[in-house]
């Protein structure tokens, strides 16, 4: 069985990396995943069935991305928290998080996950579909919803936007430009006209010469921190030994002390005793690498998954 399983993992890898989607992993320009959610990034999934992809590998690679931004806030939580801090756009959400297949299957994806648990840390959720199709998970959790003209489904917008019977006809009688739109801190829907702006439209090769230049800053970029790092510690002969606990430092994320310094904050907000109270280091501190929770070494285990692995 464990043969037949192995196998069965190869086959489905292989087609991402022989097939025609490998051009999208198999590619000279590499991009960190860290950098991707800093930066104002538009990713076109048309791309993958123009390599000859089908849906589902779209999908596939959506889903993919939404795990690393899940991983991300998670690793956050909403501690300090202050407002959006991110904002993800997704268009015809209908295809990657459709009405049925909620009752097809048990398990969440992870666009329904981020709508229904990642509000509080900070993640804005912006769903754009031709039709209500949508995942119910995603429109329960809608703070705003806004629709434009439309002749179908007039019944369900009509309870999703707290419309009366008799005020239904009007998603028929918008005109171009004008919508409808509900929002949690108004009791009733009301009426939006947007006026037309117009713009020229971006061509193709606009949009590959500004993603090579962008992706020739990074690399420049990753090349001046290399170079910073090389003057700033230069190699002697007779050098020591570095230490564990300076190379820990080295290679103690930015994120990972702020993380510590806000879980030291909270463990210690209702301690007024100075002595018995420890200055903030934050080599007391690591992630648990379960769950990627900032915990204490003190504890043997993860009081938050119950992990005993060790980093």
């Known amino acids: 069985m464990v043969h037949q399983t192995l196998i069965s993992i ?11 989607i490998k051009a999208v992993f ?17 990713i076109d999934l048309s791309s993958i069935i123009r390599l000859g992809g089908e849906k589902e ?20 939580g909403a501690y300090n928290f202050k407002g959006i801090k991110h904002i993800t756009i997704v268009e015809d959400a209908q295809y990657f998080a459709p009405k049925d297949k909620s009752s097809q299957t048990k398990i969440s994806s992870y666009l329904e996950d981020i709508a ?62 004008q919508c409808i739109a509900r929002v949690n801190s ?23 010469r500004k993603n090579k230049m962008i ?18 510690n230069p190699k002697v002969e007779n050098s020591k030994k570095i230490s564990q606990s300076e190379r820990n430092n080295q290679h103690m994320d930015k994120n990972f002390i702020e993380v510590a310094k806000m879980k030291y904050f909270i463990d210690n907000m209702y301690n007024d005793d100075t002595n018995t109270k420890k200055e903030f280091n934050p080599q007391n501190y690591r992630k648990c690498p379960e769950c990627f929770s900032i915990i204490e070494k003190a504890h043997k285990n993860c009081p938050y998954c119950g992990s005993l692995k060790k980093i």
């Open 10 to 20: 190869q086959n489905r890898i292989r087609r991402f990396s022989i097939g025609p």
């Open 26 to 42: 198999a590619t000279r320009y590499k991009l960190k995943i860290r950098d991707l959610f800093d930066k104002n990034i538009l």
């Open 57 to 76: 590998d779209a999908l596939f690679f959506l889903n993919m991305i939404l795990k690393y931004l899940w991983d991300k806030n998670l690793t956050y």
């Open 116 to 177: 229904l648990l990642q509000r509080g840390t900070g993640e804005c959720l912006i769903s754009i579909a031709t039709r209500p199709n949508v995942s119910a998970e995603i429109l329960a959790n809608c703070g705003v919803l806004i629709t434009f003209k439309n002749y179908m489904s007039k019944d369900f917008l009509s309870k999703l936007l707290n419309l009366s019977e008799e005020n239904e006809d009007y998603l028929s009688y918008l005109e171009e430009g």
């Open 186 to 208: 108004i009791k009733k829907p009301f009426l939006l006209w947007i006026p037309y702006i117009e713009r020229h439209w971006l061509k193709r090769g606009d949009v590959n």
């Open 215 to 232: 992706l020739k800053k990074f690399k420049e970029q990753d090349e001046r921190i290399s170079q910073t790092t090389n003057v700033s």
